[in-house]
């Protein structure tokens, strides 16, 4: 993580890091290399939230212990230095299943928690529609959470489509974070796009006779 971090501080973006669940362990060694805020997959209650968020911050407001590393310029800043400032990491949570829809309201509630961002393609799955992201109950869903957001007071993200344009139609003004495809699925689609373009330019190309080049 840190090398990332330092890589994305130094193009003055944030770096966020993806927890393999809300209950993984290392989310203050994740902080402490400098990340500037985790999300958090397939969060379906508001106490599930409110147990990250108490890992994410410093006593007497949480958990988290104070470490000598990145994320506290090396200790330079103290303890008592770095419960006071209030810059707590960015707490994303992503709602990827009809508990998570359900239960959306109360978790964009709980203090601490900076954004609701939908994970369509695993919403997608759990409603039973495999990864068909303009299905109506994938919709109807996008647009629950969308709501509960905005009644909290927080934004909303759309993540998973490759199409931008399906992005933009699920989003409907509503989101403003947004997470267009992913590195591996661009890279796949970059390796398929050239080879389906060499296949078509060999396959439009007249085959030359074979003596045409004897004796030359």
Known sequence: VQPLAIA?????????????????????????????????????????????VERLRHPPRGSRGVAARRGSVYGRLGAPAACASGADPLCLI??????????????????GVDA???GCTDLSHSFGEGGRLGAAVVADAVVHVQLAAAAAGIPSGIAGPDDPAL????????????????????????????????R?????????????????
């Not at 699920?170 to 974070?177: D, H, I, P, Q």
């Not at 267009?180 to 373009?197: E, F, G, P, T």
């Open 8 to 52: 994305c501080r130094a193009a003055d973006a944030g770096a966020l890091v993806r927890l393999p669940s809300a209950d993984a362990p290392g989310v203050g060694a994740i902080l402490d290399a400098g990340a500037d805020g985790v999300v958090a997959p397939r969060v379906e209650s508001a106490d599930c939230a409110a147990r990250l």
């Open 94 to 111: 992503q709602i990827e299943s009809p508990l998570g829809v359900e239960a959306a309201a109360e978790i964009a509630a709980v203090d």
């Open 116 to 118: 609701l961002v939908i």
């Open 167 to 198: 992005l933009a139609e699920l989003a409907a003004g509503r989101s403003t974070v947004f997470v267009l495809s992913a590195d591996v699925r661009i890279y796949a689609r970059a390796v398929d796009s050239n080879i389906a373009a060499l």
């Open 200 to 216: 078509h330019a060999q396959a439009c190309r007249a085959p030359e006779p074979l003596d045409a080049h004897v004796g030359s």
